[in-house]
């Protein structure tokens, strides 16, 4: 089994940075991990966010140019910088893992993910 844990969710205002990171334990020295960044709001659903498999990075575009994902590659560790924080970045973000994706197109999927951390909020006021 592998347990994720997010932290870095805080109450921001507009145009502020903050950074998430995700850490993964338990089960995991047998092999890497695909890790992801997924957001929730209220009533929506889970949205995807940014992902990293391996050295290959996937970003939504409507973060793109503001939001930045990394990790360190054998330590299953992720990142998650945002910049420029708008209003309708408030949500709870979601860290993710899974073994190592062979099709890029499972990075964006939320049900391609095997395990979740607890999320973490994140508030941008005005």
């Known amino acids: 089994q592998v347990q994720l844990v997010e932290s870095g969710g805080a109450l921001v205002q507009a145009g502020d940075s903050l950074r998430l990171s995700c850490a993964a334990s338990?089960?995991?020295?047998?092999?890497?991990?695909?890790m992801g960044w997924f957001r929730q709001t209220p009533g929506k659903e889970r949205e995807f966010v940014a992902a990293l498999n391996w050295n290959d990075r996937y970003t939504a575009d409507s973060v793109k140019g503001r939001f930045t994902i990394s990790g360190e590659n054998g330590k299953n560790t992720v990142y998650l910088q945002m910049d420029r924080l708008k209003l309708e970045d408030t949500a709870v973000y979601y860290c993710a893992a899974s073994p190592l994706f062979s099709a890029s197109s499972a990075a964006a999927r939320a049900t391609s993910y095997d395990y979740w951390g607890r999320g973490t909020q994140v508030t941008v006021s005005s």
């Open positions: 338990g089960r995991t020295g047998a092999y890497y991990l695909a």
